[in-house]
């Protein structure tokens, strides 16, 4: 597992957002898509390959923390395809971001927590 490109993914979902939301993005989000959390890598990581680590302390506030991280950036979609652009921006700067950033450091902690584990895990 590439921890750093995991969270540089979820990181860069503030610019995708951001660029949504000023109609400088090409991309089409779907907010039922977005909310989906074991769909990139680090949710395919949590409910496949790193379930046996749900016994470390960081892997149930990291699995809890990407759910709502993916609900947030669904949400922001969603506001803003229902005309509110403000509230999407809101959402944006304000939750979102702090999560974002609680997210960002759990995902240090947890994989910290992993390396110590020597876990066996295949890493990709």
């Known amino acids: 597992m590439n921890w750093m490109e995991i969270i540089s993914a979820h990181v860069m979902w503030k610019q995708r957002l951001t660029a949504y939301?000023?109609?400088?993005?090409?991309?089409?989000?779907?907010?039922e898509t977005i909310k989906l959390d074991d769909?990139?890598?680090?949710?395919k990581w949590i409910y496949g390959d790193g379930k046996p680590m749900e016994v470390l302390p960081g892997y149930e506030e990291v699995r809890a923390l990407h759910a709502t991280f993916h609900q947030?950036?669904?949400?922001?979609?969603?506001?803003?395809?229902?005309?509110?652009?403000?509230?999407?921006?809101?959402l944006l700067n304000g939750?979102?971001?702090?999560?974002?950033?609680?997210?960002?450091?759990?995902?240090?902690?947890?994989?910290?927590?992993?390396?110590?584990?020597?876990?066996?895990?295949?890493?990709?």
């Open 72 to 90: 947030n950036a669904a949400q922001v979609v969603s506001l803003h395809l229902a005309g509110d652009t403000a509230g999407a921006a809101a």
């Open 39 to 43: 769909r990139c890598a680090l949710g």
């Open 95 to 124: 939750d979102y971001s702090r999560l974002s950033e609680k997210l960002k450091h759990r995902i240090l902690g947890l994989s910290s927590q992993v390396k110590s584990a020597g876990s066996g895990i295949p890493r990709f």
């Open 21 to 31: 939301l000023a109609g400088t993005s090409q991309e089409e989000l779907d907010p």
